[in-house]
Structure formats: structure tokens, C-alpha cells
T-cell receptor, first 112, second 112 residues
Framework: AQSVTQLDSQVPVFEEAPVELRCNYSSSVSVYLFWYVQYPNQGLQLLLKYLSGSTLVKGINGFEAEFNKSQTSFHLRKPSVHISDTAEYFCAVHKGTDKLIFGTGTRLQVFP | DAGVIQSPRHEVTEMGQEVTLRCKPISGHNSLFWYRQTMMRGLELLIYFNNNVPIDDSGMPEDRFSAKMPNASFSTLKIQPSEPRDSAVYFC??????????FGQGTRLTVV
């Protein structure tokens, strides 16, 4: 079975500081990994994805994530956050045409 | 493409009434997902379809919930009878095999 663990439910950070949102997954087979962002009262929007190839994936809004197979992690990072990055971030995993499983989400709160 | 279209955006209904949520996936996508989001339980997968066939409905909370996908361009999620604890935001998402899921804006359901 596949599952996704987001270790931090909330991450407070000051503007222009770096941030890392953690995600670990469990699966016995190769998976596809995703990070989504949800702004208030909106649907989920794809930030970035890892399907294969380079383990460092760059996404929109200056975010990037690194796939680490040995640690079964896919942490999301941004070197300098903005107020507008305040949102809920979801890590997700699926295998091919299988169902997409989401983590419980991490609320990123950026303070001025 | 207009993206995944859900209707209605908001629904307020009385306990015991039937509620029908609608979704039009992105043209050409062969997988469709229904999710429910609440503060307490986060983002839960209710059911997903592949090529219009229900593949996994293990997330459907009880028999009051049913979902159909009569063709590749339309799906419904029905709750009959509705209860206050069904109040949540319901998201529909679609994807092509192995690719990311695209989400609709959601339907905010309030059962009073």
C-alpha cells in the first residue's frame, strides 16, 4: 500500500527566509510524486512533479523538490519565501494509473 | 481548455434532502477522482474512475453516497439523504494516465 506523511502540520516563517516542507512516502514500487498548493477558497494547483529522471525538480513560483529514494522523501524547498506563498501545501503519490494519495497537508504561514 | 468544471460552487440544503454534485473533466483525460476536504479529516479520496469505470470506491463513507460516470465528459456524486456531517468541500479532479491531476474549484456543501 502507498501512503504519504507530511511531518509538519504548520510551518511559520518570516518573509525572505528559506523554507522546507517535509514529505515522506511509503511504497514498494516506483511511484510518481507531486506537490500541490491550495490557496484559500480555491482548488489544488500543481507546483511540481517527479516522474523519472533528475531527482531535483523545479516547479512554479520558485519552488523545488528533491526525490530521495533511499530516504523515501520528497521535501519541498524555497530559498526565499514571499507573503503570497502563504497557503496549504500537499504532497501526493501515485503509481501509474492508480489512485492519487495525498498527505494531510502543511500550512505555510509567511509573516512580514 | 476551461479545466475541470464543477457545479454548483456552493450548495446549502436541509438535512434529509438529496444532493447532486456535478463534474465535467478535462477533455481527453481518462481518470476522474472525487475528493472530500474537511478541517478534521483533510483531503479524502472518495472514489475514482478510469475510462468511466469505478476502480476504487473504498473511500465512499457509506451507502448514502453514490457516484456515476455515464460518459467520458460527465460525472455525478450524489448524497441521499444528506446529513450535517456531510458538510465539506467536494473536489473533482481528472488526469491522463501517469500524469498530474487537475482539480476543479470545488463545491462547498453545507447541510443544515
Amino acid at each position: 500500500a502507498q501512503s504519504v506523511t507530511q511531518l509538519d502540520s504548520q510551518v511559520p516563517v518570516f518573509e525572505e527566509a528559506p523554507v522546507e516542507l517535509r514529505c515522506n512516502y511509503s511504497s514498494s514500487v516506483s511511484v510518481y510524486l507531486f506537490w500541490y498548493v491550495q490557496y484559500p477558497n480555491q482548488g489544488l494547483q500543481l507546483l511540481l512533479k517527479y516522474l523519472s529522471g533528475s531527482t531535483l525538480v523545479k516547479g512554479i513560483n520558485g519552488f523545488e523538490a528533491e526525490f530521495n529514494k533511499s530516504q523515501t522523501s520528497f521535501h519541498l524547498r524555497k530559498p526565499s519565501v514571499h507573503i503570497s506563498d502563504t497557503a496549504e501545501y500537499f504532497c501526493a503519490v501515485h503509481k501509474g494509473t492508480d489512485k492519487l494519495i495525498f498527505g494531510t497537508g502543511t500550512r505555510l504561514q509567511v509573516f512580514p | 481548455d476551461a479545466g475541470v468544471i464543477q457545479s454548483p460552487r456552493h450548495e446549502v440544503t436541509e438535512m434529509g434532502q438529496e444532493v447532486t454534485l456535478r463534474c465535467k473533466p478535462i477533455s481527453g483525460h481518462n481518470s476522474l477522482f472525487w475528493y472530500r476536504q474537511t478541517m478534521m479529516r483533510g483531503l479524502e479520496l472518495l472514489i475514482y474512475f478510469n475510462n468511466n469505470v469505478p476502480i476504487d470506491d473504498s473511500g465512499m463513507p457509506e451507502d448514502r453516497f453514490s457516484a456515476k460516470m455515464p460518459n467520458a465528459s460527465f460525472s455525478t456524486l450524489k448524497i441521499q439523504p444528506s446529513e450535517p456531517r456531510d458538510s465539506a468541500v467536494y473536489f473533482c479532479a481528472s488526469s491522463s494516465s501517469g500524469a498530474e491531476a487537475f482539480f476543479g474549484q470545488g463545491t462547498r456543501l453545507t447541510v443544515v
